[in-house]
């Protein structure tokens, strides 16, 4: 099993940025993808970015990209997400995922562990 502990969300103003991070624990070596998600108030659950396993791929909604930056240490087992230009849109619970695959299309729809999430409010 793997475990997920999010943490850096908050309030901001738009524009603002923050950094959010994922710690993973556990059988670390099966986070081989790892990603985020997000989810408004009201919406599904959406993706968000994905990293594959030692960095060298990543891949962005159309709606983040140019403005989210993902990224991993896996010496600190620990995936990052840099959230610049924040619009008021952007207001969501933010969740970390990881998947045994290898950067399969099945992380979209099915990661393997799920973190609790991290509320982020962008103010107008």
């Known amino acids: 099993q793997v475990q997920l502990v999010e943490s850096g969300g908050g309030w901001v103003h738009a524009g603002g940025s923050l950094r959010l991070s994922c710690a993973a624990s556990?059988?670390?070596?099966?986070?081989?993808?790892m990603g985020w998600f997000r989810q408004a108030p009201g919406k599904e659950r959406e993706f968000v970015a994905r990293?594959?396993?030692?960095?060298?791929?990543?891949d962005y909604a159309d709606s983040v990209k140019g403005r989210f930056t993902i990224s991993r240490d896996n010496a600190k087992n620990t995936v990052y997400l840099q959230v610049d230009s924040l619009k008021p849109e952007d207001t969501a619970v933010y969740y970390c995922?990881?998947?045994?695959?290898?950067?399969?299309?099945?992380?979209?729809?099915?990661?393997?562990?799920w973190g609790q999430g991290t509320q982020v409010t962008v103010s107008s």
């Open positions: 556990g059988r670390t070596s099966s986070a081989r993808t």
């Open positions: 995922a990881a998947s045994r695959d290898y950067y399969s299309g099945t992380f979209y729809t099915r990661p393997n562990y």
């Open positions: 990293i594959n396993w030692s960095g060298g791929s990543t």
